[in-house]
């Protein structure tokens, strides 16, 4: 394992349908996957959790065989950077435990990409969750490498939870790694950030410089459901899963609720995701930060819509994820599942393909509209992302919707296509 120190790069303000209204004021993004702890009953040769035995929780070899990941291709040549402030003490260790526990062999690299004045010391009492921030880390790492195992694992650390420290360190590991995949597993209410755009727009010209590097970028949709716990009930989608050039990934859970993502090994039938009783469910919503990209142009909506794809992202069906800080093993939810998961997908697609294949959005939207779309996603149509029954938010249908996108995937199915999808744009 690497440590690199980094440093930070200046940003020009550019982005599409924005106008460039200035302003000093800083915010910060947002990270608490819901979790559940989980008390581990170790048995030879390998570990064993009750939650498995009623399907409250998946390892890794059951979400790969719910949505049939190939058994040929492992990520091998392809690089997945991770971001998430301030990381975790005992990332490291926990990786390594981890691959054991499940037989996933160790990644062929794991470097640990610090700010310029090194990695944060861990201060669980710090303001911004630094301990929801392990976690997220935790699971962001586990997850990608465990769905692309061959994959190089770059974890990119800001120094805070702000958006100049997240951005700084984007566009230092977008200069270091191009070709590589961004998974961000953190968002900010576009509600909060009206006020200051210029900030969205720094973070939008990392976007815009990641793209012509051709790295694929992906963010969670959120965990608020469609308003975000905007206090005027108005729903509004996270950033930087609203921007044009970011995959945004939306949740799901099992349905019927605890064996529908798997029965008997396979596939069974998911639903929109939302768990009030954890506080949770999946984001999507209109932008009112950003015009409709071309890709979009078929939906009828003016502006942006999210999310684009969904994974599970249950915390009844969550995945085991192993963080020493927090006290062991624990199964965790949120649309923060989907996103490096999603990121090992593309990641097996440049696999496939031989080289980056960059933005894949229009890709995806090609695909989901052709006959192959039945045969690459699961679509959604059951359920809504009304947090609370007392607001506002949208409902699953056929084909594409503002809860889920256009679905999971098939896996097995969809690289193939993506690929020729995406060779031939």
């Keep these: 394992m690497k440590r690199i120190l980094i440093y930070a790069f200046a940003t020009t303000l550019v982005c599409c349908g924005l106008t460039k209204t200035s302003t000093a004021q800083d915010f910060n993004y947002i990270a608490n996957p819901p979790q559940v702890a989980v008390s581990p009953d170790t048995v030879s040769p390998g570990i064993h959790f009750g939650c498995e035995t009623t399907q409250l929780c998946y390892r890794p070899s059951a979400i790969r065989s719910a949505y049939n990941f ?35 062999p160790a990644p062929p690299s ?63 590991a977008i200069k270091l790694f191009p070709g590589a995949i961004m998974s961000q597993s953190f968002g900010v209410p576009e509600y909060l950030v009206q006020a200051n755009r210029a900030q969205i727009m720094q973070a939008h010209d990392n976007y815009v410089a990641a793209t012509a590097a051709s790295i694929t970028l992906l963010a969670s949709a959120g965990d608020l459901g469609a308003t975000n716990a905007d206090p005027a009930n108005i729903t509004n989608p996270n950033y930087p899963a609203s921007d044009p050039l970011v995959t945004a990934v939306g949740g799901t859970e099992g349905n019927p609720y605890f064996n529908g993502l798997q029965v008997n090994g396979s596939y069974g039938v998911e639903q929109v995701w939302n768990e009030p009783q954890f506080g949770g469910a999946t984001g999507g919503a209109v932008s009112s930060l950003f ?14 819509t999210v999310p684009d794809v969904a994974y599970n992202a249950a915390v009844d069906g969550g995945v085991l994820v192993r963080d020493t800080t927090m006290g062991g093993y624990h199964r965790v939810g949120g ?48 359920g809504d992302n009304k947090l609370l029954e007392t607001q506002n938010g949208f409902n699953a249908g056929p084909g594409y919707d503002l809860t889920t996108g256009w679905g999971t995937p098939n896996v097995s199915n969809l690289i193939p296509d993506l690929v020729a999808a995406a060779t031939s744009n």
């Design 70 to 104: 190939p058994s040929d291709l492992d990520g091998t040549g392809q690089t997945i950077l991770i971001v998430d402030p301030y990381g975790s003490p005992t990332i490291e260790q926990d990786l390594a435990s981890f691959d054991t526990d499940f037989g996933i």
């Design 110 to 172: 794991f470097t640990i990409l610090c700010p310029e004045h090194g990695c944060p010391v861990f201060d669980p009492n710090d303001p911004h969750g630094q301990a929801g921030w392990s976690l997220e880390t935790s699971l962001d790492v586990e997850y990608a490498h465990a769905m692309a195992p061959g994959a190089i694992i770059v974890l990119v650390v800001a120094s805070t939870s702000s958006g100049n420290a997240v951005h700084s360190a984007e566009a230092a």
């Design 291 to 304: 015009l409709a990209p071309t890709y979009q142009s078929s939906l009828g909506s003016q502006f942006r």
């Design 335 to 382: 649309t923060s599942c989907g996103s490096p998961q999603w990121a090992a997908i593309f990641a097996l697609a440049n696999q496939e393909a031989g080289h980056a294949l960059g933005f894949l959005n229009p890709a995806i939207y090609k695909l989901a509209q052709s006959s192959a779309y039945a045969n690459d996603f699961h679509d959604i149509t059951i």
